[in-house]
């Protein structure tokens, strides 16, 4: 099974930070990984797929990088609405598991 | 406009079964994979089964295999999960989700509760 050690499990932020968020796979996954938001109550909403591109309609200032084992999702400029906890993924492999989650709060 | 809704979900004692639905519209359903998400009060996202297109290939995560099943009817544009022999620890809101092209979850249910309680 590939194992995903996403970090830092929480981390707070300004409103106007860059904020980087990193997910390490186990094992080489090409760049089958993605990237979900989830607000409180909320469904999760897919921000990145295939590791570094963007889901129709997210905003620009969020971008995924890398290939292999190590990732990373990049917030530019973060904003109110961007507070939330955020999951990567990864599909090479079944089990296809999440990351256990970054939350992003105010500072 | 795509979209997922499930049912199903309730109240049930440990060691007894709850089969949850979903049921898709918006899009070719008979091509796509879909797939159950569950998250457990206050924790993270757990991934729990797939069914292909065809219903013809099945994974799940470990905590659930050989007690969930998930089937498909796409002459209905539905998918299912039979859930068996349900546990305390299967407590969670589960989703359905439909893959993207590339295998990410583009689209998600609302989500249904499900509560294993004595």
């Known amino acids: 099974d590939v194992q995903l050690t996403q970090v830092p499990a929480s981390l707070s932020a300004s409103v106007g930070d860059r904020v980087t968020i990193s997910c390490r796979a186990s094992?080489?996954?090409?760049?089958?990984l993605a990237w979900y938001q989830q607000k409180p109550g909320q469904v999760p909403k897919l921000l990145i797929y295939?590791?570094?591109k963007l889901q129709p309609g997210v905003p620009s200032r969020f971008s995924g990088s890398g290939d292999g084992t190590e990732f990373t999702l990049t917030i530019n400029r973060v904003q109110p609405d961007d507070f939330a906890t955020y999951y990567c993924?990864?599909?090479?492999?079944?089990?296809?598991?999440f990351g256990q989650g970054t939350k992003l709060d105010i500072k | 406009e795509v979209k997922l809704i499930e049912s199903g979900g309730g109240v049930v004692q440990p060691g007894e079964s709850l089969t949850l639905s979903c049921s898709a519209s918006?899009?070719?359903?008979?091509?796509?994979?879909m797939h159950w998400v569950r998250q457990a009060p206050g924790k993270g996202l757990e991934w729990v089964s797939l069914?292909?297109?065809?219903?013809?290939?099945?994974h799940y995560g470990h905590s659930v295999r050989g007690r969930f099943t998930t089937t498909r009817d796409n002459t209905k544009n539905s998918v299912f999960l039979h859930m068996a022999n349900l546990r305390v620890n299967d407590t969670a809101i589960y989703f359905c989700?439909?893959?993207?092209?590339?295998?990410?979850?583009?689209?998600w249910g609302h989500g249904v509760p499900v509560t294993v309680s004595s």
């Open positions: 989700a439909k893959v993207r092209r590339s295998g990410s979850f583009d689209v």
């Open positions: 918006g899009f070719n359903f008979n091509l796509v994979s």
């Open positions: 069914i292909d297109w065809s219903g013809g290939t099945r």
């Open positions: 094992q080489n996954i090409n760049h089958w």
């Open positions: 295939e590791a570094s």
């Open positions: 993924q990864q599909y090479f492999g079944f089990p296809c598991d």
